[in-house]
């Protein structure tokens, strides 16, 4: 185990770990993030993406070495109660989650591609979500409220 340094929601963290634990684990385990979901544990189902450097990956199949000296957000880092990220607030306007337990990789994948195409079109938006896979269907809201999102962003 060795000391490994990275920014979690704004925050510096220090955590022991190997090189090679996921950093799911680590966010879970270590750092008491429990929105982080694990779902497949396969990179296939979106359900534990978080942003790393602004991109959205999987963090059951990323190592801790990957993030390293990197900025980490998870949804916890999107938002406060008090002020929720765009995103969260459109998610609970249009009713976009069901069960709830693929809504944080939703909210991740989402804030990635807003960062990239602030002004999606509905096509977008699913093409960038097609990796987070929800059994409820509610991805047509999900595109609704993403889209909401981008409009409330001032960028649509």
Not at 44 to 70: E, F, I, R, Y
């Amino acid at each position: 185990m060795a000391e490994l340094c990275f920014e979690l929601n704004g925050q510096p963290q220090a955590v022991q770990a190997d090189d090679n634990d996921s950093l799911l684990d680590v966010l879970r385990h270590t750092c008491h993030q429990k929105a982080t979901r694990f779902g497949c544990g396969l990179s296939q189902c979106g359900a534990c993406h978080v942003l790393v450097d602004q991109h959205a990956v999987p963090a059951c199949s990323t190592p801790m070495w990957a993030v390293t000296g990197k900025r980490v957000v998870t949804v916890e880092g999107l938002g406060t109660a008090e002020q929720p990220h765009a995103l969260q607030t459109a998610f609970a306007q249009v009713q976009a989650a069901q069960c709830g337990y693929c809504s944080s990789g939703m909210l991740i994948t989402a804030a990635a591609l807003l960062h990239t195409t602030p002004r999606p079109t509905p096509e977008q938006v699913r093409a960038a979500l097609q990796g987070n896979l929800c059994r409820c269907g509610a991805h047509n809201r999900i595109v609704r409220a993403v889209c909401q999102a981008a409009e409330a962003m001032g960028v649509s």
